[in-house]
């Protein structure tokens, strides 16, 4: 089963950018549609950004929409969370997820049932 390990988190102040990594462990990842989800303290697990197997679709939530952006790079195993504009409310626990098969390579996977593997987070804060 692929591993996935987020990095890039850290302490920001608020209108700063920070951009997270979500590395996997297997080739297989390539085909995998990709998510990224955060939870704050007391809070359920919140979707935020998703793209699919081939990075030709992306879909965000109404709450990051304009200021983060999702890529990946399939030749590095690897996808990314651009993140700009950062407010206090975005402190959160950060998640990647995959959703391994079956799959689909046009549908957009926004729900947490809908991931089956998932990294350990990477925390984000950001002070105002």
């Known amino acids: 089963q692929v591993q996935l390990v987020e990095s890039g988190g850290g302490l920001v102040q608020a209108g700063g950018s920070l951009r997270l990594s979500c590395a996997a462990s297997?080739?297989?990842?390539?085909?995998?549609?990709m998510g990224w989800f955060r939870q704050a303290p007391g809070k359920e697990r919140e979707f935020l950004a998703s793209?699919?197997?081939?990075?030709?679709?992306?879909s965000y939530a109404s709450s990051v929409k304009g200021r983060f952006s999702i890529s990946r790079d399939n030749a590095k195993n690897t996808v990314y969370l651009q993140m700009n504009s950062l407010k206090p409310e975005d402190t959160a626990a950060y998640y990647c997820?995959?959703?391994?098969?079956?799959?689909?390579?046009?549908?957009?996977?926004?729900?947490?049932?809908?991931?089956?593997?998932w990294g350990q987070g990477t925390q984000v804060t950001v002070s105002s």
């Open positions: 297997e080739r297989t990842f390539n085909v995998y549609p």
């Open positions: 793209i699919s197997a081939s990075g030709g679709r992306t």
């Open positions: 997820a995959a959703r391994g098969p079956p799959y689909s390579h046009t549908y957009i996977y926004t729900e947490v049932n809908e991931y089956g593997t």
